[in-house]
């Protein structure tokens, strides 16, 4: 279980393709503190922590499923990939109720400055029984992107904005997506449960 506050943008330092699965290995502040088996969140997507070598670096396996529905395929050496670990049960939930557990994924179209704030705007492919299921934004609802827990505006059926403060602009992969960029959701697990509630009602 996630937040959605990302701890660091970090680096990817090696992708090695093993079958359908790849192995990557990021270089992070808290590379040493983590353990073999703990959850990260990469880009939103839960993994977990196979290798650590002790060098600042440790090392996560992503499955060919994981790959389908997510943007980790493209990663490559010199990336930036957005890191979360899992809450504490103890600590605030200062974002939203975040499982890890990516939907789809979403293409930038455009991003417009917006007096010391950014507007990214994203838009996927809209599947009517997906959006019955809850795969769908609300307006002022939650939403998260590439592991960010973001607030939602102009909602619409396949596409939504969002707007970027420049802290987390400067501290995440923000910084880095432009037109054309690919990045992960998760819609609201709120909004999943209601959803399918409402259908057997």
Same mark, same amino acid.
């Given at each position: 279980?996630?937040?959605? %506050? &990302?701890? @660091?943008?970090? @680096? &990817?330092?090696? &992708? &090695?393709?093993?079958?359908?699965?790849?192995?990557?290995?990021?270089?992070?502040?808290?590379? #040493?503190?983590?353990?073999?088996?703990?959850?990260?969140?990469?880009?939103?997507?839960?993994?977990?922590?196979?290798?650590?070598?002790?060098?600042?670096?440790?090392?996560?396996?992503?499955?060919?499923?994981? $790959?389908?529905?997510?943007?980790?395929?493209?990663?490559?050496?010199? #990336?930036?990939?957005?890191?979360?670990?899992?809450?504490?049960?103890?600590?605030? $939930?200062?974002?939203?109720?975040?499982?890890?557990?990516?939907? +789809?994924?979403?293409?930038? +179209?455009?991003?417009? @400055?917006?007096?010391?704030?950014?507007? !990214?705007?994203?838009? !996927? #492919?809209?599947?009517?029984?997906?959006?019955?299921?809850? !795969? /769908?934004?609300?307006?002022?609802?939650?939403?998260? /992107?590439?592991?960010?827990?973001?607030?939602?505006?102009?909602?619409?059926?396949?596409?939504?904005? /969002?707007?970027?403060?420049?802290?987390?602009? #400067?501290?995440?992969?923000?910084?880095?997506? =432009?037109?054309? +960029?690919? /990045?992960? $959701? =998760?819609?609201? %697990?709120?909004?999943?449960? %209601?959803?399918?509630?409402?259908? $057997?009602?």
């Amino acid at each position: 279980m996630f937040s959605g %506050i &990302v701890e @660091e943008a970090a @680096e &990817v330092v090696a &992708v &090695v393709a093993e079958e359908g699965n790849i192995h990557l290995t990021m270089k992070c502040s808290f590379a #040493d503190e983590l353990t073999i088996d703990q959850s990260v969140a990469h880009n939103g997507v839960c993994l977990t922590v196979v290798s650590l070598p002790g060098d600042g670096t440790y090392t996560v396996t992503a499955i060919k499923e994981t $790959l389908e529905r997510s943007n980790l395929g493209d990663l490559k050496p010199g #990336d930036l990939v957005n890191l979360e670990r899992s809450m504490k049960i103890d600590g605030r $939930l200062d974002g939203h109720i975040v499982q890890g557990h990516v939907d +789809t994924t979403a293409v930038c +179209t455009s991003v417009t @400055e917006a007096d010391g704030s950014w507007y !990214y705007a994203f838009k !996927y #492919d809209f599947r009517p029984e997906l959006a019955r299921k809850g !795969y /769908v934004t609300v307006e002022k609802g939650s939403v998260c /992107v590439n592991g960010v827990s973001l607030t939602v505006c102009d909602s619409e059926p396949d596409s939504f904005r /969002v707007a970027i403060i420049p802290y987390t602009h #400067d501290n995440t992969n923000f910084c880095r997506i =432009e037109q054309g +960029t690919r /990045v992960n $959701l =998760e819609f609201d %697990i709120i909004g999943k449960y %209601i959803s399918r509630i409402s259908a $057997l009602s």
